[in-house]
């Protein structure tokens, strides 16, 4: 299972962005969806999660500035981040994870994560 992410830039402070990822694939179920960011010099670390029943888990970094939401239908996770701040400027990176289909009797689980989008915050 691929994951494509989109929707990076370059964002003064306060402003907004929406990142969205799509799960491509022989998808059988996805659990948990969610977003990590990685700053220059520092870990990657959770932005937010959402898993299969709705459930949000958010950094206290960013709660009550972004909000993560999913289509079960389109196997899609979108962040919209409200207020950015320069200390939001990272890589930020989708996570998905679930089972997929090998074959017609077969699942495997898999977590995979998206190829990074960049955000950069700054006057």
């Known amino acids: 299972v691929q994951l494509q992410a989109s929707g990076g830039g370059l964002v003064q402070p306060g402003g907004s962005l929406r990142l969205s990822c799509k799960a491509i694939g022989n998808i059988w179920s996805l659990n948990n969806m969610g977003w990590y960011r990685q700053a220059p010099g520092k870990q990657r670390e959770l932005v937010a999660t959402?898993?299969?029943?709705?459930?949000?888990n958010y950094a206290d970094s960013v709660k009550a500035r972004f909000t993560i939401t999913r289509d079960n239908a389109k196997h899609t996770v979108d962040l919209q981040m409200n207020n950015l701040k320069l200390d939001d400027t990272a890589v930020y990176y989708c996570n998905a994870d679930g089972k997929e289909m090998i074959t017609e009797r077969r699942r495997a689980d898999f977590r995979s994560w998206g190829q990074g989008t960049l955000v950069t915050v700054s006057s």
């Open positions: 959402v898993n299969s029943g709705g459930s949000t």
